[in-house]
């Protein structure tokens, strides 16, 4: 079975400092997905990105940036100079590609509270 | 406006009572999906839809039914609402398996 971990709960932060979130994942899947999604205070689920499994470079997005490591099945969030409208509940997924591992499976969420 | 959105925004309703809410999506995506926010539970996936008079129970199907008699429609229906049933539900739809869903803004359900 697909399962995603994120084991911190809770963040909080003072205004530009870096923050990373972290994201372990699980799965018999030879290829797949992994994503991360922002759910803002205002409620809605917002895409961030979709990294494929065969590809492990890290990418950048301005102040955001994924580090995707297959050897520790880990997908990692940083946000560089974390800014008060960073405030936001993030979720990691994950997908497979296999007749019934298509669907995302998420973790719980990890709530990023960026303090002024 | 093009995009994906969830009718209505807020409902209260009693035990017992059926209730639908109603997503549309206008991208013309072949996947939709409907999921439940609870806290300390994540998100659930309730039911999805790979096409049109296609879908398939997700993590949490009892209670619920769904129909997608169309491309760009996906009802979700409480048949006799519980206070277990209380929770945020999200529609979200993609273009194929496994790849990235897109959400609506959500549906705050209250069950009395």
């Known amino acids: 079975a697909q399962k995603v971990t994120q084991a911190q709960t809770e963040i909080s932060v003072v205004e530009k400092e870096d923050v990373t979130l972290d994201c372990v994942y699980e799965?018999?899947?030879?290829?797949?997905?992994l994503f991360w999604y922002k759910q803002p205070p205002s409620g809605e689920l917002v895409f961030l990105i979709r990294?494929?499994?065969?590809?492990?470079q890290n990418e950048i997005s301005g102040r955001y940036s994924w580090n995707f490591q297959k050897s520790t099945s880990s997908f990692n969030f940083t946000i560089t100079a974390s800014q008060v409208v960073d405030s936001a509940v993030y979720f990691c997924?994950?997908?497979?590609?296999?007749?019934?591992?298509?669907?995302?499976?998420f973790g719980k969420g990890t709530k990023l509270t960026v303090n002024p | 406006d093009a995009g994906i959105t969830q009718s209505p925004r807020y409902k209260i309703t009693e035990t017992g009572r059926q209730v639908t809410l109603m997503c549309h999506q206008t991208?013309?995506?072949?996947?939709m999906f409907w999921y439940r926010q609870d806290l300390g539970h994540g998100l659930r996936l309730i039911y999805y839809?790979?096409?049109?008079?296609?879908?398939d129970k997700g993590e949490v199907p009892d209670g619920y039914v769904v129909s997608r008699s169309k491309t760009e429609n996906f009802p979700l229906t409480l048949e006799s609402a519980t206070r277990s049933q209380t929770s945020v539900y999200f529609c979200?739809?993609?273009?194929?398996?496994?790849?990235?869903?897109?959400f609506g803004p959500g549906t705050r359900l209250t069950v009395t």
């Open positions: 997924a994950l997908s497979g590609l296999r007749s019934g591992s298509e669907k995302l499976v």
């Open positions: 991208w013309s995506h072949s996947y």
């Open positions: 839809s790979a096409a049109a008079d296609i879908t």
């Open positions: 990294r494929n499994s065969f590809d492990e």
């Open positions: 979200a739809s993609g273009t194929r398996a496994g790849y990235e869903q897109y």
């Open positions: 799965t018999r899947d030879t290829t797949y997905y």
